[in-house]
């Protein structure tokens, strides 16, 4: 049986739903994870550590979502002869 895929349209791009659901879980997950892991006393490690966290979130996400878009490229260039 197909499953129909539902899309958000987000900042102008159409993304799946799922594709969206999973990405904020896995920033939200490494982003809170490093920041844990930062010293409890050291509010500047802790920043540093919540963007090391966050970046490395957006690379995983990055690379498990595959693209959805289909571009379609028509040669516009006119030919004149003569």
Do not use: C
């Amino acid at each position: 049986m197909e499953e129909k895929k539902q899309y958000i349209e987000i900042w102008g791009d159409v993304v799946e739903i799922h594709d969206l659901v999973r990405s904020i879980v896995i920033s939200a997950i490494s982003t809170m994870g490093l920041y844990f892991l930062a010293p409890s006393g050291n509010r500047t490690l802790q920043l540093f550590f919540g963007l090391a966290g966050a970046s490395i979130g957006f690379i995983i996400s990055g690379l498990l979502t595959k693209p959805k878009r289909i571009i379609d490229s028509e040669d516009t260039k006119h030919h004149h002869t003569g």
